[in-house]
Nanobody
Framework: QVQLVESGGGLVQAGGSLRLSCDAS????????MAWYRQTPGKQRDWVAT???????AYADSVKGRFTISRDTAKKTVYLQMSSLRPEDTAVYYC??????????WGQGTQVTVSS
């Protein structure tokens, strides 16, 4: 059974940093590239970053140079280190495979709020 548990969100001032974690159970972590997504009310969920099983990474242009995705295979955990945060980064952040679709299973997400 797949389970994704995101944590680490919170309220931070612009320019600050946060580190998000995603604990993945089941086979989902070992079999897939993993990704972070984010969603604001009334908008679709957007892709933020991907990390492959061998550690290659990719980022959305809006976060490139500010966010870093990483994974700990032993812990089956994916991280998102966010720096130089901006108010427009405010969203609920989710992790999933890099091919997750809207109708797939999703965790509860973690809220990130950046104040100006």
């Amino acid at each position: 059974q797949v389970q994704l548990v995101e944590s680490g969100g919170g309220l931070v001032q612009a320019g600050g940093s946060l580190r998000l974690s995603c604990d993945a159970s089941g086979s989902i972590f070992n079999s897939n590239s993993m990704a972070w997504y984010r969603q604001t009310p009334g908008k679709q969920r957007d892709w933020v970053a991907t990390i492959t099983r061998v550690g290659y990474t990719a980022y959305a242009d809006s976060v490139k140079g500010r966010f870093t995705i990483s994974r700990d295979t032993a812990k089956k955990t994916v991280y998102l280190q966010m720096s130089s945060l901006r108010p427009e980064d405010t969203a609920v952040y989710y992790c999933n495979t890099d091919r997750a679709r809207p109708w797939d299973y999703w965790g509860q997400g973690t809220q990130v709020t950046v104040s100006s």
